[in-house]
């Protein structure tokens, strides 16, 4: 079985911080892991993904997430919050051939002017 | 190609009617995935489609509510005799193969209102 744990539903950062968001997975099998970004009443817009190549991984908007197999951790980060990061942020985790998504709650990530 | 395409945006039905979703996938994805989403929650999987072959159905798939992908291409969704319950945001994604590497593209959802 596959399992997300995403702590705290809320994170308030000024513009220009650090945006940290916390992810970690539990999985018997090697993951592949997702960050997906969600606007009001929106879908859901992939970030970012890991699949087993580099630990650090890059995706739009200037986000980056690192891969810790020994923390089982998939923590996003941005170096300089804007105002337009405000949304809810989804990690997910998916395994073996049957790709479904296991999504953690979500946090609300909230900028400060 | 304009994405995953869901219709309708919004449904508000009354409970015990039927109600039917339609999902519209990248043309070249093989694989199509219906979710639900609550309110404060994150998605959760309720089944996926292999080209026209229904492969996995989540437990949170009761018998009012079916599935179909004719010929490998749209979806629809229908719930039977709707419940408060099940008002949620319904979510479609597509993928070519498993999506591990080329991601998984999801549409906008269609929000459901059952009163």
Redesign the interface.
């Known amino acids: 079985a596959q399992s997300v744990t995403q702590l705290g539903s809320h994170v308030s950062v000024s513009e220009g911080a650090l945006v940290l968001l916390r992810c970690n997975y539990s999985s018997s099998v090697p993951p592949y892991l997702f960050w997906y970004v969600q606007y009001p009443n929106q879908g859901l817009q992939l970030l970012l993904k890991y699949t087993s190549a580099a630990t650090l991984v890059k995706g739009i908007n200037g986000f980056e997430a690192e891969f810790k197999k020994s923390e089982t951790s998939f923590h996003l980060t941005k170096p300089s919050a804007h105002m337009s990061d405000a949304a809810e942020y989804f990690c997910a985790v998916s395994t073996g051939a049957n790709s479904k998504l296991t999504f953690g709650k979500g946090i609300t990530l909230s900028v400060r002017p | 190609d304009t994405g995953?395409s869901?219709n309708p945006r919004h449904k508000i039905t009354k409970r015990g009617q039927n109600v039917t979703f339609r999902c519209d996938p990248i043309s070249e994805h093989n694989?199509l995935?219906w979710?639900r989403q609550t309110l404060?929650?994150?998605?959760?999987?309720l089944t996926?489609f292999q080209n026209e072959a229904q492969?996995?159905k989540s437990r949170l798939l009761s018998d009012r509510f079916s599935a179909e992908r004719p010929k490998g291409s749209f979806s629809t969704l229908e719930i039977q005799r709707t419940e408060q319950g099940d008002s949620a945001m319904y979510?479609c994604?597509s993928?070519s193969?498993?999506?591990?590497?080329d991601?998984?593209?999801?549409?906008?959802?269609t929000?459901l209102t059952v009163v």
Not at chain 2, 40 to 45: A, S
Not at chain 2, 97 to 101: D, I, K, W
Not at chain 2, 103 to 109: K, P
């Open positions: 995953v869901q694989r995935y979710y404060g929650q994150g998605p959760e999987f996926y492969l996995e979510l994604a993928s193969g498993t999506g591990h590497f991601g998984y593209t999801f549409g906008s959802g929000r």
